[in-house]
């Protein structure tokens, strides 16, 4: 009839059925909603295993360096909190007499691998699938943690840099791969959080590597810094390989979900008919306000985040006399507190979407505004602590807290605008923001240059504070909830429905241009 098909379509938009209609579509009985928990936990995991790989040899290094064979000149440090005495690491030496400028080739050569596969990885996941990239990736990265100690050894710092640089490569996909499968598995109204639960396991994994990996360097085999990387080489193989025996690229082609959950999960991401996914729409990308929306809350979030997390330790030092690394629960309060508040503030978003009381659009914008403003103000006032080491400690734990809402903000929105390029999205701003986050430490040493005065470390500050505040606002302005028009193209080829009736009394949903979309996909004809 009509009329009830004009009330209908009233209540889809976005391109996807409203998020509080979807509740209708599940069964009574919940026990089948399981797999997409399980990709949800193994993507976790992935993410915790990942961030374990990149931050390990940051700990391991300090075991590994012979500190006293290298030829140290004065730290500069700032007299104005004098009355302070700076606590000092007192390790063995290692093996390696590398000079500081070596430790840095070292650390960052992993960087260059993990930055340069962004986006290649991105458009290959697009047309052959997300999970064999980010399984047998990151099955890479773990075997060749296995040869971090033989190539230092018999390498030097040129085999140490190679294997970290592959290691590298294989961790490329991490990032795009599991934005893509969120977009397969996740229905609208579950993004916040369990886009929040995977990400949340970069802090989950860098809580857990620091002192474990401080542990395995004191007390583990082998000559003890060896036993980190056998370690989690060994814990990254086995995830890789369950990863690609027990997960699916989508629940289409999964042989073992229930049919009702894999029902509920395409109807609710796509509605109930099967088409075919078009080419990476390039040009309509790049003139997307919403997209560039994201970038620049990217970048913005990478830029102040590097601030938080690495300057913000170094200025207690120099100038508070005070270093955070001589205590590990300390330095692990800033991560548990950003993983603590995501989990919590996905779920507040996920209700504020639900409830009908705040726009798809609108929550984004509420949450990710406190995952950057946040910091911003964090920034600001520790600028303003004088010497007092517990106020500023207090403000970097709060700061990286709150960051934590970009999870249910940016961090998710790829997905919002395009379920089927948000991998591809997420490579270009996950590639350009760890860029970005390279400036920090630039800007910082050309600010300070040998003059580590509160009165330039404010500057430095400012700018994190400033950056943090200027995207946070064009988020807010050009920021979007909706699907892009581009993401459905008008000739996309309509099959039966899935779930093998006629749709569910569901009619099709609107995109951001307002034409009809189209509404579900599978593995096999997303890879077309």
């Known amino acids: 009839m009509p009329f009830r098909r004009s009330k209908l379509n009233h209540r889809h938009r976005d391109g996807h059925v409203l998020v509080w209609e979807q509740n209708k579509l599940q069964d009574k009985k919940k026990g089948w909603a399981t797999t997409r928990y399980f990709v949800t936990f193994m993507l976790f995991l992935g ?72 986006i290649p990885f991105g458009i290959l996941a697009k047309k052959y699938g997300a999970l064999r990239f980010l399984g047998w990736g990151m099955l890479i990265n773990s075997v060749f943690a296995f040869l971090v100690p033989v190539a230092a050894r018999e390498g030097g710092v040129y085999g140490l840099c190679a294997v970290r640089f592959i290691q590298g490569l294989g961790e490329g996909p991490i990032v795009p791969c599991t934005h893509a499968l969120l977009a397969k598995w996740i229905p609208p109204n579950e993004r916040s959080r369990m886009g929040a639960a995977v990400y949340a396991g970069a802090q989950f994994g860098t809580i857990i590597s620091m002192p474990l990996s401080g542990l395995l360097a004191e007390y583990g085999f082998s000559g003890g810094w060896p036993s980190i990387f056998y370690v989690f080489g060994i814990v990254g193989t086995i995830w890789s390989i369950a990863f690609l025996f027990l997960v699916f690229e989508d629940p ?120 950057q403003y946040g910091p911003g103000l964090a920034l600001i006032a520790a600028s303003y602590t004088g010497c007092d080491r517990a106020l500023t400690l207090a403000i970097l734990t709060i700061g990286v807290g709150l960051n934590g809402g970009i999870y249910s903000g940016f961090k998710i929105n790829h997905l919002d605008l395009t379920p089927r390029f948000a991998g591809f999205l997420m490579a270009i701003t996950n590639c350009l923001a760890n860029l970005a986050g390279l400036l920090a430490p630039i800007a910082a040493g050309n600010l300070i240059n040998n003059k580590p005065t509160m009165g330039q470390w404010q500057i430095v500050f400012f700018i994190a504070a400033l ?16 699907r ?10 309509h099959k039966p429905s899935l779930g093998g009736n006629e749709n569910n009394g569901m009619t099709p949903a609107r995109l951001s241009n307002g034409n009809g979309a189209p509404l579900a996909i599978t593995a096999s004809e997303s890879r077309q």
Request: glycine fraction near 6%; charged fraction near 20%; charge should be negative.
């Open 47 to 118: 993410m915790a295993n990942a961030y374990v790989m990149r931050t390990n040899m940051s700990v391991a290094i300090v075991a590994m360096v012979n500190h006293t064979a290298i030829q140290k000149g004065e730290e500069i440090l700032d007299d104005e909190c004098g009355d302070r005495e700076l606590e000092v690491d007192n390790g063995e030496d290692g093996e390696f007499a590398w000079s500081s400028s070596l430790q840095g080739y070292i650390l960052s050569s992993f960087f260059y691998g993990y930055v340069i596969t962004q």
């Open 252 to 371: 289409s082609v999964h042989p073992r979900i229930d049919e009702r959950e894999k029902r509920y999960i395409n109807d609710s991401l796509w509605g109930t008919d099967v088409i075919k996914s078009p080419p990476i729409p390039f040009k309509s990308i790049m003139k997307s306000l919403p997209f560039y929306a994201i970038l620049l809350a990217h970048m913005g979030h990478n830029y102040g985040y590097e601030t938080l997390m690495t300057e913000l330790p170094t200025y207690m030092k120099q100038v508070l006399r005070f270093s955070l690394k001589s205590n590990g629960l300390l330095s692990s309060l800033p991560y548990l507190a950003m993983w603590l508040f995501s989990m919590f503030i996905s779920v507040v978003a996920d209700w504020m979407i639900s409830s009908k009381r705040f726009s798809l659009t609108a929550t984004r914008k509420i949450i990710n505004s406190i995952g």
């Open 467 to 482: 950056v943090y505040i200027v995207c946070g606002t064009f988020y807010n302005v050009f920021g979007s909830g909706e």
């Open 484 to 493: 892009q028009f581009w993401d459905n193209p008008e000739n996309d080829e």
